[in-house]
Each structure stands twice: as C-alpha cells, then as structure tokens.
C-alpha cells in the first residue's frame, strides 16, 4: 500500500523506523516533513501525498491533537478524503493522551494502544487493515488474462525490490552497530552507549546488539576515569549498570562471568564517590562459579583488596596470579597490576615483578608505563640505599638487569635521562657481579658530576655506590 505516516515533531525517531519497517514488508511510504515548521503555510506535497495515499497512520500524542498542530491540518485533508476512517486511518498512541482531547473522527474507530513494541504492533495493524481492503471490481476475461499476466511481473519485480530493500535494511543496522562499536573502542564511551541506546530501541531481541551493548558497558567500567568534580562514578555507572544487570539473566558461561564481575566493579567504582554501595565480593565470587579463571574476577577482587586494605598481601597476589593465567585483555590486566603497585600503598617492588613478567611473555608496555616506572621505581627507590633492596630483593639480580635494558634501551634515552640510566644501569650491573665494570662507568659518571659541581641526589647516590665497590672484597 501506499501509506502516509501522521506525526508530530518530537516522534521524527519514531516515524522514521516506522517507515523502515514499512517499507521492508513492502509498502511505500511518505513521511518527509523535513522543511516543514510549525507556523509556515502548509505544504501542498503534504495534502498531494495523502490524497495518494491507500491510508494514514496517525500518531495519538498531546502535541499531535493540540490546536494548531500540522497532524491536525493532515488529519483534516484525510477526513476530506475518507469520510469513514475504517479501513483507511489507523490511529496509534504512542504516548499518554487524553481520550477527550481526541478528535471524534479518530474515536470512531478502534485506537491501537502498542503493550509491546510500538513499531512491531503497527507493522501488524496495517498488515491487518491491507488484508481488509475490498478489491476493485475486474470486468472481461481478457482483462482477468492481463491483470494475471501483470500480476505476475508486478509480483516478480515487486520481490526484487522488496529483497533490494531489506539488504539495504541490514545493511543500515549492521552500519549502525558497527559505528556504535568503534566509538566504543575509540574510549568514546558515553557517545558509543547512545547510540548503542538508539540501535537497541530499534532492534529489540536482537542478539548480537545486546552482546555488542554489554561489550561496551563493560568496557566502559573497565576504564571509567573522573576528572575534576565534573562527573562522578556514580552518575556513569548508572547509565550501565541497569543494562549489565538485565544481561545477566540472558547470559551463560564466561559471558555471564564477564558481566557478574563488572557489576561489582560498578559497585567499586560508587563506593569511591561515597556512596553506600553493595560490597563487590559477592559478585565477584558469582563471577568465580561460573568461570573459575576469569581474568576480570581475578583482577578485580585483588584491586578491591589492595584498596581497602591498602596491603599487597597473599591474597592479593593469588589473585593476580589466577587472572594471569589467563590470555584473556592482558594489556587490560597489566595496567590494573601497576595501578596497584603505584597508586596504594607504594608497592614499586611488585611494579617491577610485573614488568619482568611481560618481558618474559614477550609484552609491550606502552609509553605510559615505562614512564611510570621510570618516575616511581628508577627516579624513586633505586637512588635512595634505604629502599633500593626493598624493591631489587622482589627479583633476581639478573631478572632485574635483563627487565632495565629491556624497558630503557642506552640507545634510546633521551639526554635528560641519560645520566640516571648510567647509575642504575651500573648498579645492576653490580649486583649480577660484574663490579669492574659497575665500577668504570661510576668513575666516569663522577667525574662528570664533579666538573659540573653537581650536588644532587643522583651525584650522592653515585659516590656513595662508587665508595662501596671501591672496598675489596
């Protein structure tokens, strides 16, 4: 059918996947008001495409029957030109409107109020009001032959196009998905989880949106930064949480695990404004019984750990162990180890067990973690003799030369960080027993200092460590 949509400004949205949806069950359909706005003369395409048209869907709002309104100015042209609206005007309530303010031509026929999804109902509405339709009289046996004969090529080119409509339907969704997930990706995380909001509207029951939605949300949580007093915790976690919360019951296995363990993350996550959150263990244990490695668990429940208590104890290593086992986000997981390690409590020793891990699994740290720990662990403990075995005791001597020059390549440093890098370089160097060499290279790091009349800490450090492997041994 032809079929012209009724509707005021505020459910462009809606209309518009209304008329998708039309369209893909064959239907042509007029909806473009576009250049139209409220108080300019109305528009003679409007009233030349409802007179065209087999029937209208009219959208029952407050704004649509209020006085004045460009629905009601449709609405008249269609009375015009069905003085019975059965079978011709299917009027659908889309929100809360009062049944007085209603216009008696729409009130004589029944009104379609959606319990579901509004667009699925009306699809079927019309569906119902085509199959009601009288057919127009045929007269002659050589007529029947031709309507026969142009039946079947209508019906022929009518299927191509509706297939050519319904491919260029998926592809607008699988469009859509896909822009919603680089969006995601690219940390555009309350941008992505719009439209992610405007697809799943659209798509309702679809299994890949909702997978792809939770994805995101969970990805969101994962990396949910506050600046400033600009945004809390809570009011991000808030726009997530409810959706997580819904997947958990449509979800087995380790996607289920996933979303168990990011729930109690959301709760992490509002405790920190202040806010009397649920305690998280509970949902990280659900996460642990259906996964018993999952990786987002493991790392969790040992951050929560290391916050509260402020402590790198067994039961937080234990965990980190567990979820380092897994291959699952490990770029993910080394960034929650060295937030750990730099953020509560000071524990630059573990900082460094983790960077050899890396180097020993062949990963990349990337710019801010070298620089991390190059500021908390090189320029920090590793100058000061008091602290320096704290942190070098965690490894073996020569884990922690291998694991420096793996981290600062000589070649690469920069000028600013080159008299540092010496120092360390030849107090590791030291410490594997190669004391000849250590010991050259401070020399020659003194000498400079003392040209230079340096007094700092490095230049203590470096006399300092020079005076010892100057002892015998």
């Known amino acids: 059918m032809k079929l012209f949509i009724s509707y005021p400004s505020d459910q462009k949205d809606l209309a518009e996947r209304l008329r998708l949806a039309l369209e893909a069950e ?20 409007l009233r030349e495409a409802i007179e065209d048209a087999d029937a209208m869907v009219f959208f029952i709002t407050p704004r649509s029957v209020s006085p004045g309104s460009y629905a009601l100015t449709e609405l008249d042209t269609a009375q015009r030109r069905w003085r019975a609206p059965g079978g011709r005007v299917l009027p659908v309530v889309v929100a809360p409107t009062p049944i007085d303010t209603i216009p008696p031509y729409l009130r004589s026929v029944t009104l379609l109020q959606p319990k579901g999804d509004t667009v699925a109902e009306t699809v079927a509405a019309v569906a119902r009001m085509r199959r009601g339709m ?16 142009g039946a079947g090529l209508y019906g022929y080119q009518h299927l191509q196009e509706q297939r050519a409509r319904e491919k260029a339907r998926l592809e607008l969704q699988a469009a859509e998905l896909a822009a919603a997930v680089q969006l995601c990706d690219a940390g555009s995380h309350a941008v992505a989880w719009k439209q992610f909001t405007a697809v799943a509207a659209s798509r309702p029951g679809d299994e890949a949106v909702r997978l792809a939605r939770e994805d995101c949300g969970m990805r969101w949580l994962r990396e949910m930064r506050v ?6 915790f809570s009011e991000q976690v808030e726009q997530v949480q409810p959706v997580l919360a819904q997947g958990l019951g449509l979800s087995r296995g380790e996607h ?3 979303l168990a363990a990011h729930l109690g993350w959301a709760d992490f996550l509002r405790s920190r404004d202040g806010v009397a959150a649920p305690n998280p263990v509970p949902m990280f244990k659900t996460a642990l019984a259906d996964d018993p490695g999952n990786v987002y668990a493991h790392a969790m429940w040992a951050h929560n750990l290391s916050w509260t208590t402020r402590e790198l104890n067994e039961a937080v290593l234990e965990h980190f162990a567990a979820a380092a086992k897994s291959t699952r986000d ?56 008091q602290e320096r075995d704290d942190v070098l005791n965690r490894l073996p001597p020569d884990s922690a030369l ?3 020059e793996w981290l600062y390549p000589a070649a690469q440093t920069v000028a600013d960080r080159q008299p540092l890098h010496r120092f360390t370089l030849a107090l590791l160097r030291a410490r594997v027993g190669q004391r000849d060499a250590a010991r050259s290279d401070l020399e020659s790091l003194h000498r400079q200092f003392v040209a230079e009349k340096m007094d700092s800490r490095l230049s203590r450090a470096t006399a300092q460590l020079l005076a010892e492997l100057r002892k015998p041994t």
């Open 26 to 45: 064959g239907h042509e359909v007029f909806t473009d008001r576009s250049e139209l706005k409220e108080g300019e003369p109305y528009h003679e395409a």
């Open 134 to 149: 009288p057919l127009r009289a045929l007269i002659g046996a050589a007529g029947i032959v031709l309507l026969a004969i």
């Open 227 to 232: 600046v400033g007093d600009k945004q809390t």
């Open 256 to 258: 289920r695990s996933d």
């Open 330 to 385: 490990r770029p993910w997981l080394r960034g929650i180890q060295f937030s750990v390690a730099f953020n509560r409590g000071a524990h630059y020793g573990y900082a460094l067990v983790v960077a050899d891990q890396m180097r020993v699994a062949g990963e990349t740290p990337d710019a801010g973690q070298r620089d991390q720990l190059w500021r908390y662990l090189v320029d920090g403990p590793l100058i000061q003799p």
């Open 402 to 404: 291998a694991t420096f």
